[in-house]
T-cell receptor, first 115, second 112 residues
Framework: NAGVTQTPKFQVLKTGQSMTLQCAQDMNHNSMYWYRQDPGMGLRLIYY???????DKGEVPNGYNVSRLNKREFSLRLESAAPSQTSVYFC??????????????FGSGTRLTVV | GQQLNQSPQSMFIQEGEDVSMNCTSSSIFNTWLWYKQEPGEGPVLLIA?????ELTSNGRLTAQFGITRKDSFLNISASIPSDVGIYFC????????????FGQGTTLQVKP
């Protein structure tokens, strides 16, 4: 099925460990995004890539890095995990850069716990 | 960081009742969107609004883009059990970046 695929679905890390969250979309979308979701906080933007070859910081980028590997893939890396990074992480993609094409397609999320 | 103020935080209603929720901001948005999230899944787009004053329906759902461009409303008519979930509003200022700012969500529970 077409859509956004995130791996892994669940992960437990120890403080200080590193890991990469993977995201791939097969809809030929130009823009991709990483959000985190915390109770009562809605979704907050970590990083985004408006088009292949570009990445920019969002609202809460500290402690994260990203790589837009190609048009399909956009990974999120935690270099040294902290308990404050315990969250549900969502990757999303969007077709257009201009115009009314705001139909984000979200992945099903990665549930990360840092102990 | 900046967020939209979404209310109410939660609702517990009887099947068949109508539901209203809203989102407000201190600044202007060019686009308003409403999403629904079910347990264990990512949000799914319900309605997108692109012009101030716009009123758009999707089945039993109706949403409006406020005239001031600082607010939006979502109504669900004749609720059914499958309407259960978390509803999020989201606003965008930039068509180039597509960055969204999300509200805190409204958790809806429907009693059969």
């Amino acid at each position: 099925n077409a859509g956004v695929t995130q791996t892994p679905k669940f992960q437990v890390l120890k403080t200080g460990q590193s890991m990469t969250l993977q995201c791939a979309q097969d809809m030929n979308h130009n823009s991709m995004y990483w959000y985190r979701q915390d109770p009562g906080m809605g979704l907050r933007l970590i990083y985004y890539s408006a088009s292949e070859g570009t990445t920019d910081k969002g609202e809460v980028p500290n402690g994260y890095n990203v790589s837009r590997l190609n048009k399909r893939e956009f990974s999120l890396r935690l270099e040294s995990a902290a308990p404050s990074q315990t969250s549900v992480y969502f990757c999303a993609s969007r077709e257009g850069r201009t115009g009314p094409t705001y139909g984000y397609t979200f992945g099903s999320g990665t549930r990360l716990t840092v102990v | 960081g900046q967020q939209l103020n979404q209310s109410p935080q939660s609702m517990f209603i009887q099947e068949g009742e109508d539901v209203s929720m809203n989102c407000t901001s201190s600044s202007i948005f060019n686009t308003w969107l409403w999403y629904k999230q079910e347990p264990g899944e990512g949000p799914v787009l319900l309605i997108a609004l692109y012009k101030a004053g716009e009123l758009t329906s999707n089945g039993r759902l109706t949403a409006q883009f406020g005239i001031t461009r600082k607010d939006s409303f979502l109504n669900i008519s004749a609720s059914i059990p499958s309407d259960v979930g978390i509803y999020f509003c989201a606003g965008s200022r930039s068509s180039n970046t597509g960055k969204l700012i999300f509200g805190q969500g409204t958790t809806l529970q429907v009693k059969p």
